[in-house]
Every structure is written in structure tokens, then in C-alpha cells.
């Protein structure tokens, strides 16, 4: 039942299958007779040096996966240098994950309809240490996950609300989990009321889920730090495109004002690749952390994260590219290029 709450997507889940795909169709044009005798993969996000383009995505209830949970997470991002974005749904309480090692942390928020519940989480987050609010903006409900439904999957109780709201919400469906969100989540939150988000913290804001140019501008007309590219990993919207396909239109409608990443069916070193090469400043991963945590907790994400990076290395090195700012949009072929081979 976890593993399909992990791997499952919406739906018919065409875009879970995009996600991926979308990749294999583009293809890496390398230069040869480079010198590429060192190669740097290290970059930054949000001003906070890291040793790869890559994040932890934040996903939910680490401890289904793993008993240590997002703690063991957090412990192998240290670990490898990298930063991890800890969901609201955490199952382990943002102090405890913050204390147990020096992990640089984003806090992911879905906002509540208790807005006092979600203003409490950024500032315990805030409090605590996490550089960076992630607001994830294309879930006002759960997209329908049959595997869940199917399953009966129940979520376990969430130590962050533990006082303040009860995860109990009981339902004749099966799952409790899109009832509990259409319970909680404020389906009206909008983008006039990113001045209140604003008003509570004092942290940079990212919005998580943007999939086109037209939202890309209003996150700039908001006044936002970042931009995340994603689809909820093909778990919300079922049809909405592979993030990859949509990524440099966005790009091009940042025009360079705040950077943009993206996130869903990241699974190769080529992947990460192919993603800056289209104007991304970093990815970020969600299943495959989760599988690693699963298989062999903290490190198990070590090693998933450490074959991403051997893979970019390698990468690089055989396209020519010895820095990840000598990663070009000429480096790549897309279907909107020429035909492919
Ligand atoms: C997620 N994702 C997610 N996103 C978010 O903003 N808050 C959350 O709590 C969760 N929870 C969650 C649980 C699980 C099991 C998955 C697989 C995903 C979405 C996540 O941040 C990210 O967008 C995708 O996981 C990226 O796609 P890949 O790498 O899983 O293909």
C-alpha cells in the first residue's frame, strides 16, 4: 500500500509515464575535443552553495518509508551536500528534523484553511532554521490516486499538528486522504494572497507547481524568489505536460528575474543534464530519494543522490562541458529543434 502511494500517480497516470518519457526524447549534443580533465558539478541555489544542481523534493510522511524518517533524509542531505525541502506533511516534527543535523532546509507549506495552522509552520520553520517557504500551489484539493483509493490508505497521524488539528477525518471511500485535504487545504487561496504569506515571514517565497508563462508572470508580479516547474510528480492534474517539455517556455518568460527548477521523472544524471540545459538552476528529486530512504534509510538517499551526481559527472565530461554554467541551450536537441534520429 506505501509502495503505491510512493510510485502512483492521478488517474489514468499519462503524465506520470510523461514525466519520464518527455526526457528520452531529447537528445544531449556533445562537444568533443574539449579538455575535460576536471569537472565541477557544484552550483547554487537561492544564494546557498551546494555540491550538485540537485534538491530533495518535498513528499510526505518519510516514516512510511523508512522509521527514522525525514531524519534520515535530512541526515543523508548533510551528508552529500545537498538541500532538502521538508514537506508540511512531514512525519517527523520540523524541530526534531532540524536539530538532528545541518542540512540546509526549504519548508514546503500547503496552505490551510486554519491559515493560523500554516502561519504557526512557517514560523516554527523560520524559528528553527529553514532558509526558504515552498509554496506548493497546484493542490486546492488531492488529485484522484485510484491506487489509494484501491488500497484504503489511511495517513497516519502528522506529529507537526499534534495540538492543533486532528488527522482523523474519517470517510466511507476508502482512502482518508482526499477527504482530509478537501477538509483542510483552502481551495480559495490565490494570488492576492501571497501579500499575506509575505506579511508572515520574512523567509524567500518559491512557488511549486507552475507549468506555464502566463503563471511564470504572475509569480513575478507577485514578487516571489523562485519558480518551481513541477506537476506534483503527475499526482495532481492527470494530462498535465511532462515538466520537461514546458520548462524553457517558462524560462523564457522569467527572463533571468528569479531562477526556475523543476522537478518530476528526474531519474538520470542526463536527466539533471538536460534540464539546465533548458534553463533550470537546479532539479529537484522526489521518488527515488523516497525509494532509497525505503531500501536503506539515510544511506540509501546518500547512495541515490551520489549515483545522480556520478552520473552528471560523467555526463558532462562526455558532452564537454567542465562547469555546470558551460551547460548550454546548444547542448540540446528537443522535438521543437529538428526531427530526431
Ligand atoms: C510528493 N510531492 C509533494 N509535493 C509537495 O509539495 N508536498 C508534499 O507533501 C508532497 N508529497 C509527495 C509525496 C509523494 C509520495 C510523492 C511521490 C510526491 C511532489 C514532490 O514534491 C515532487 O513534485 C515530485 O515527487 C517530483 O517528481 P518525481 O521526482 O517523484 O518524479
Known sequence: MYYDYYAGGAEDQYTLKENVEAFHRINILPRVLVDVGKIDISTSILGYRTSAPLMIAPTGMHKLAHPEGEVATARAAAACDTIMAVSFSSSCPLEEVASSCNAIRFFQLYVYKRRDISALLVQRAERSGFKAVILTADTPRLGRREADIKNKMIAPPLRNFDGLISTDVVTDKGSNLAAYASATFDASFCWKD???????????????????????????????????????????????????????????????????????????????????????????????????????????????????????????????????????RGHVRTQHDRPLC
Not at 251 to 261: D, F, N, R, S, T
Open 194 to 328: 501571497i501579500t499575506w504569506l509575505k506579511s508572515i515571514t520574512n523567509l524567500p517565497i518559491l512557488i511549486k507547481g507552475v507549468l506555464t508563462p502566463e503563471d511564470a508572470i504572475k509569480a513575478l508580479e507577485v514578487g516571489v524568489s523562485g519558480i518551481i516547474v513541477s506537476n506534483h510528480g503527475a499526482r495532481q492534474l492527470d494530462y498535465s505536460p511532462a515538466t520537461i517539455s514546458v520548462l524553457e517556455e517558462v524560462v523564457e518568460a522569467v527572463q533571468g528575474k528569479i531562477p526556475v527548477l523543476l522537478d518530476g521523472g528526474v531519474r538520470r544524471g542526463t536527466d539533471i543534464f538536460k534540464a539546465l540545459a533548458l534553463g533550470a538552476q537546479a532539479v529537484m528529486i522526489g521518488r527515488p530519494v523516497l525509494f532509497g530512504l525505503a531500501a536503506n534509510g539515510e544511506y540509501g538517499v546518500k547512495r541515490v543522490i551520489n549515483m545522480l551526481k556520478e552520473e552528471l559527472e560523467l555526463s558532462m565530461a562526455l558532452a564537454g562541458t567542465c562547469t555546470v554554467k558551460d551547460i548550454t
